[in-house]
């Protein structure tokens, strides 16, 4: 079960940190990713990271931008994002799975674990 929290109204150039707090008994080879879905558009990966290892992959659009970084003790993921956007707009999603692979990080059908969504609105 996942747990997003952490959206708000921001101005562009602002920042917010979301967090995804999971309640699993073990992480070892999860993946947790962070998507976006804006009204009208279909739902795009932003990062994620593994939970073993730690290794990420980022969505173009937010390199640069956007950090995800965990948490072990409080099994919590974390989104930092800077300089954000109108464009970053959205409702974010946390999402898990297990064994997937690096390329496949960004693929939004391959995680069977999503958590409930957290508003983000950045004005211009």
């Known amino acids: 079960q996942l747990q997003a929290s952490g959206g708000g109204l921001v101005q562009a150039g602002g920042s917010l940190r979301l967090s995804c707090a999971a309640s699993?008994?073990?992480?070892?080879?999860?993946?947790m990713g962070w998507f976006r879905q804006a009204p009208g558009r279909e739902r795009d990966f932003v990062a994620a990271?593994?939970?073993?290892?730690?290794?990420?992959k980022y969505a173009d659009s937010v390199k640069g931008r956007f950090t995800i970084s965990k948490d072990t003790a409080k099994k919590t993921v974390y989104l930092q994002m800077n300089s954000l956007k109108p464009e970053d707009t959205a409702v974010y999603y946390c999402?898990?799975?297990?064994?997937?692979?690096?390329?496949?990080?960004?693929?939004?059908?391959?995680?069977?674990?999503w958590g409930q969504g957290t508003l983000v609105t950045v004005s211009s």
């Open positions: 999402a898990a799975e297990s064994r997937i692979i690096h390329s496949n990080f960004g693929v939004p059908s391959l995680y069977s674990g």
């Open positions: 699993a008994r073990t992480f070892s080879d999860y993946v």
């Open positions: 990271i593994r939970w073993s290892g730690g290794t990420t």
